[in-house]
């Protein structure tokens, strides 16, 4: 082929009006791997999904060798030789690794099934994975399903290869094996083939593309073909790229909000910090779990310490770690110096730990049980609620119209189903319940996800409020922007690991995103 194996021109997807994809416009060359970056929330994932055929464009043009199209659908994209290996595997967890490949494709015969386990074990010694093709999916780790989805995606025959985050749930020698087998298969322009490397780590980028192109909020911010990758040192690159992806890096001013609903104030006037004899609020000391690997954080009364990182690095098994749904393996959680490792969710609750969950809608909440239940779902089964076992609707409904009124929560009654909500009043109930009673600590996981502008600002601002009355707060959250104007200090996580913690500040933003990066 002499012209690109797989191009895109002015390819758009909103979603309820926002942009995920803006207009992308890129080309993948024979014989190339061409690595696409950005940071959470640039329109990455929402491109897979596209070329995955999962999805189709509002307007523009995908063109697959030499063909094209207005969108795909899952069966174009295979058809046309496009081999999609996702970061968050899509994998059937009651069927084998075998028979996961041969979802999608032809024949269920046994022959083809003994064959796909064949021909599973010669592409994956390749990689260095070693897993049976008889062993079935749901007992595989995150790392071993991703194996799992490497060798689904070079199975059947492929002219594009699209990896997303390859190595984000391998370990450093996993991840070494599949790059040095990725850099093999790169001498393939007389096949006409080519591969679309999405990921955040730098090295990995600069180590093995011919061509790297940054998002930024949906939108190309920046492309470095094979002239000024080879024309520039590595420190220059890495500044580039890193400029491509972040904007600029001085960290933007917080903007106060009145004293009545809590002011952004950073760690020194407000005396926050542990070097004036102030006990931590929450420790976690060499702290393993399954996805973990050795935290140790400190968060003091009225701090916000905010969590960074590229999405499937530890998140949700620190906040659930933190929150008691997720055991500790070693290592230990205290909270106000008394420790709760060995405590469970609800007890930790009655501590006063408190866990908003990024998925409202079903680890969050009840779609199906009301509003003044929701509110109550920490706490079933507690006076003056329940006595003897007796659920007292009018204590409820006192209880959940002062949350009504406190959170300005739109609902046409207390008992209305809570599925009927929007999102916004969805998580402004949430909020209303893990800040009743007497929180010490709150794990906020993505709070403002998928919330309007209007709806995130109250979040916020809750978010704040808190703080100013002392309670400690763990906020996680993909967006850097939010991070760096609430957040008085950023941990930054990778492969469960802590890989630095910085003070929000000047110059903050380039140390975050260094640390994202490497």
Known sequence: MTGPVLELRGVEKRFAGVVACGGISLALHPGEIHALLGENGAGKSTLVSLLAGMQTPDAGEIEVGGKRFAGLTPAQALASGIGVARQHPLLVPTQTVAENLLLGGAGWRRPRRDRAGEDFRH??????????????????????????????????????????????????????????????????RESGRGILLITHRLDEALDIAGRITVLRRGVVSGTLG???????????????????????????????LSQGEGAFCSPSPCGIGLGGGVAPTLELAALHAPGLHGISLTIAPGEILGIAGIDGNGQT?????????????????????????????????????????????????AGALPLALNLLLKRIGAPPFWRAGVQQDAAITTHAQAAIDGFDIRAPHPWAPIATLSGGNIQKALLSRELDGAPRLIVWHKPCVGLDALAAAQVQARIRSAAVQGVASLLISADLDELFALAHRIAVLDRGQIAGVIDNGPGARAAVAALMTQ
């Open 317 to 365: 098994a620190l906040a659930e770690a933190i929150a008691g749904l997720l055991p500790a393996t070693s290592g230990s959680v205290a909270l106000d110096g008394t420790p709760v490792t060995s405590l469970p969710a609800a007890a930790r609750h009655r501590q006063g730990i408190r866990y908003l969950s990024d998925d409202r809608m079903h680890e969050g909440s």
């Open 226 to 256: 094979p002239e000024e990758l080879a024309g520039g040192g590595r420190a220059e690159l890495r500044q580039m790229i890193r400029s491509m992806m972040f904007g600029d890096t001085a960290a933007p001013s917080p903007t106060p």
């Open 123 to 188: 592409t994956g010694d390749g990689f260095g994975f070693t897993l049976s093709p008889h062993a079935l999916a749901g007992s595989l780790t995150p790392a071993e399903q991703t194996q799992v989805e490497i060798v689904r995606a070079l199975w059947r025959g492929w002219r594009v290869l699209v990896l997303d985050e390859p190595t984000s749930a391998l370990s450093h020698d996993a991840s070494a094996r599949v790059l040095r087998r990725l850099r093999d298969l790169r001498d393939l």
